[in-house]
């Protein structure tokens, strides 16, 4: 087990310009309101676009709510490469620009397979932003704060998720209660409604786009690769002059102390960096199996197994983002405090007892209140632990020559994990029941539980370089 003593520096010292932190990391986390909101509107367009369709086989469901992991794969597997040659900005201000013109296009589509191709080329701008994102505000951030800020693109994750699930509601309030498939068919909702829940995420994809222009560069990716007066230029923006002088020779020393080759992908493999390249994958890989993903992506089905009708689900769906957003502020003022340890361990254990209730009331005919409070206890548990501690520590645990393509090899690990999750539910939920699937994520959430024990170092009040350097000394 790795066993990092916990720094007491916190870092170089600086007079730090908190408004330019926040502002630049609040602008570089609209990747993760886009992330949130483009991922989790098709869990209320879910009932509409189905019936435009006329899907109807299980597989067809799973492949329509899943294919834009594709594209998500796909995007965070390029998100290293194209952060290693152009920086952290120019790719996020890509992802923008496919966040608003795929939105458009899924809003427009006029049949199954162009729905579909929109939906992954979507997938491509989440996987790009879910992995530069943390990235870029992880390489900004003062070592005592990294964590909070970090969290700020899971609380933007959170917000476009809320205000997807808010907007689909407003946009199907009207829809009469027990509507049958053929009337949602024939009807506004049916026809036009779920393209408004789409197109409107151009909305703010054009503010992301626009506020990325102004953004500078990280300066640990252009100290990397020879700029280094702008690099301390930015540095000096964050802390001052005598935090840019003293963050720069941390910066250079531990690039210096790296190979001086080429990177290669096999440098991946290396055993000084395996161990933490391993744990990166393991935690990416959990915090996407211990199943929260289908409580958004497949809330309909889960509220209609407990009594609800389409009206009552959309509204509880949105008491589920509400939900997530409380509690992923809970995360912000403790993650810095309590340590990313053992807010991962509440998460694991936590899921790992709720899904176990969750289970037993499906099995046992348990509908209305006690079901609904069930699911958002687990969303308030995911939301402070699990959801933005996973972000955090994978955006930190690399060295800065391999962290471009090592966190995109989490990040993919990540989406390919949510891809097989999201497709699977369905069937598993057609073979298992309700009951059988949820016990079997408490049995998942166990598992996570037991490695973190086992192998979760403590990074809080580190710097990067500290990090790296106590890591890569614990690793045989």
């Avoid at 192998?455 to 500290?466: D, I, N, S, V």
Wanted: with cysteine.
């Amino acid at each position: 087990m790795i066993q990092p003593r916990v720094s007491k520096d916190p870092g170089p010292p600086g007079d730090f310009n908190l408004s330019f932190i926040w502002a630049v990391s609040a602008i570089v986390a609209l990747g993760g309101l886009l992330f949130g909101w483009d991922w989790v509107v098709i869990g209320g367009a879910k009932p509409f676009f189905e019936s435009y369709f006329r899907l109807k086989d299980p597989a067809m469901v799973g492949w329509a709510n899943s294919c834009a992991l594709v594209g998500c794969l796909v995007g965070a597997l390029t998100a290293g490469a194209l952060s290693d040659r152009f920086g952290r900005r120019r790719p996020l201000i890509l992802a923008a620009l496919l966040f608003a013109v795929t939105s458009i296009g899924n809003a427009l589509a006029p049949t199954f397979t162009v729905f579909i191709l929109w939906r992954m080329l979507g997938g491509v701008a989440i996987g790009l932003a879910s992995s530069l994102s943390p990235m870029y505000i992880c390489e900004i951030s003062p070592a005592a704060m990294r964590g909070r800020l970090v969290s700020v693109n899971q609380l933007t994750i959170v917000v476009g998720i809320l205000f997807a699930q808010v907007i689909n509601w407003c946009l199907v309030r009207g829809l009469p209660a027990g509507a049958t498939d053929e009337f949602i068919r024939g009807s506004w909702f049916g026809q036009d409604g779920w393209r408004w829940m789409f197109g409107v995420t151009a909305v703010p994809s054009a503010l992301f786009f626009t506020a990325m222009l102004f953004v500078p560069e990280s300066p640990r990716w252009l100290a990397k690769h020879g700029a280094p007066d702008r690099a301390r230029a930015v540095l000096a923006r964050i802390g001052g002059s005598a935090y840019s002088v003293a963050a720069f020779e941390e910066i250079s020393h531990s690039l210096a102390s790296e190979d001086a080759r080429p990177f290669s992908l096999r440098d991946l493999l290396d055993p000084g960096l395996r161990k933490v390249l391993v744990l990166g994958i393991v935690l990416a890989v959990f915090q996407q199996w211990c199943g929260i993903n289908v409580i958004f992506n497949y809330a309909e089905e889960i509220f209609k197994a407990a009594g609800y009708d389409i009206s009552s689900v959309l509204r509880n769906i949105a008491w589920t983002g509400s939900m997530n957003l409380v509690f992923t502020f809970v995360a912000l003022g403790t993650v810095d405090r309590a340590g990313r340890r053992p807010l991962m361990l509440v998460g694991a254990g936590g899921l790992a007892l709720i899904y176990a209730a969750l289970g037993a009331c499906y099995a046992h005919g348990v509908q209305g209140l006690p079901m609904l409070l069930l699911v958002l206890a687990a969303i308030g548990c995911y939301a402070m632990s699990l959801a933005p501690v996973t972000w955090v520590i994978i955006s930190e645990i690399f060295p800065n020559r391999v962290r471009g393509a090592a966190m995109s090899a989490a990040v993919a690990s990540l989406w390919l994990a949510c891809f097989i999750l999201t497709y699977t539910f369905p069937i598993l939920n057609a073979r298992l029941g309700p009951a059988g699937t949820f016990w079997l994520y408490a049995g998942i959430c166990l598992a996570g539980f037991l490695f973190i024990l086992a192998k979760l170092p403590e990074a809080r009040g580190k710097t990067l370089e500290q990090l790296e350097t106590e890591l890569r000394a614990e690793t045989p």
